[in-house]
């Protein structure tokens, strides 16, 4: 009688691959993001070319400050000078005296921030409806607004002045602020960022516990904005500081916002230039004052933002 052995089993169960070796489950996806949130440091090249584009942006700035602590001969002179002169304060404090800067600082402070704080809030509530409500012609409404971007704002500038003659408000700061409350381009802004930010998930749960669409608007939906929000708050900020056509159009020299005040110093046959300049960088100067004190928070903002989730 004659046995037969039984052949070895050829689906057993095989180990790693030597290979490609395992990954083990447990921990990996926390060494994901350890590998993500390495830092990667830049070379010497990346340091030059990133200096290079500081020194171009600076420029600008530098060489009005240059000019503006010159006279006006030095400044006409060839090559212009590349170094400040001892002029500076001098010109700022004549600039400061015959363009009425004080007024004007203090009105465009009121127009840019009214005009920066009701822009953030429409363009919000409006980026919220079109991004996660539904309502019939959200997305036809969705276009006009769109459109609006396509206009040239110089064809509104003749009915638009009519209109603030007839309510009163020519030479008025409510003429300048009310036809800005709120931009498409903001509100497009938005709209993009809360379609990818908001879950649809929040506003269901928040639906679910009884809030009306304000509530949800107020307890989820602005702390998820922040970020995108200071950024259009700056922008918007820093657009309507320097916006000179409506407000010349609209405003006179008693009731001026600065660029319409700096319009003052180059009056005359003679241009004063460093008188000019000097004008210009203390028109400036709230700028860059407002990025000094909030840049580092809206940078971080969008930064945090940008690594949600």
């Known amino acids: 009688m004659t046995t037969h052995s039984l052949p070895a089993r050829t689906d057993a169960p095989a180990g790693p691959s030597p290979v490609e070796p395992a990954v083990p489950r447990r921990g990996g996806r926390r060494l994901l993001r350890e590998r993500a949130g390495r830092q990667h440091h830049a070379g010497p090249v990346a340091y030059v070319l990133l200096g290079i584009m500081a020194l171009l942006s600076i420029f600008p700035l530098y060489w009005t400050m240059v000019a503006a602590s010159t006279d006006n001969t030095r400044v006409s002179q060839t090559p212009p000078p590349f170094l400040p002169g001892p002029n500076l304060f001098s010109n700022l404090a004549r600039a400061w005296d015959e363009a009425a800067m004080g007024k004007a600082m203090i009105n465009s402070l009121i127009v840019a921030g009214t005009i920066a704080l009701s822009t953030v809030l429409f363009a919000t509530l409006a980026g919220f409806a079109f991004a996660k409500l539904r309502f019939k ?34 030479q008025q700061l409510p003429a300048v602020i009310f036809p800005t409350l709120v931009s498409a381009v903001g509100v497009f802004f938005m709209r993009q960022y809360l379609s990818e930010a908001l879950p649809d998930e929040l506003v269901e749960a928040g639906r679910v516990d009884g809030a009306h669409s304000l509530r949800i608007f107020w307890s989820i939906v602005l702390p998820i904005a922040r970020p995108p929000m200071a950024v259009l708050f700056m922008i918007t900020f820093v657009h309507a500081w320097n916006d000179f056509f409506w407000p010349f159009v609209v405003l006179d020299m008693s009731n001026p916002t600065v660029p319409v005040a700096l319009t003052q110093l180059s009056a005359g046959y003679v241009r004063d230039q460093s008188l000019i300049m000097a004008g210009a960088l203390l028109g400036t100067l709230p700028l860059l004052a407002m990025f000094v004190v909030f840049g580092r928070q809206i940078v971080s903002g969008v930064m945090a933002g940008a690594v949600k989730g």
């Open 137 to 170: 012609g959200r997305n036809a409404l969705l276009m006009v607004v769109i459109g609006t971007m396509m206009i040239p704002p110089q064809l509104g500038v003749v009915p638009l002045f009519m209109m603030m003659s007839e309510l009163g408000w020519a």
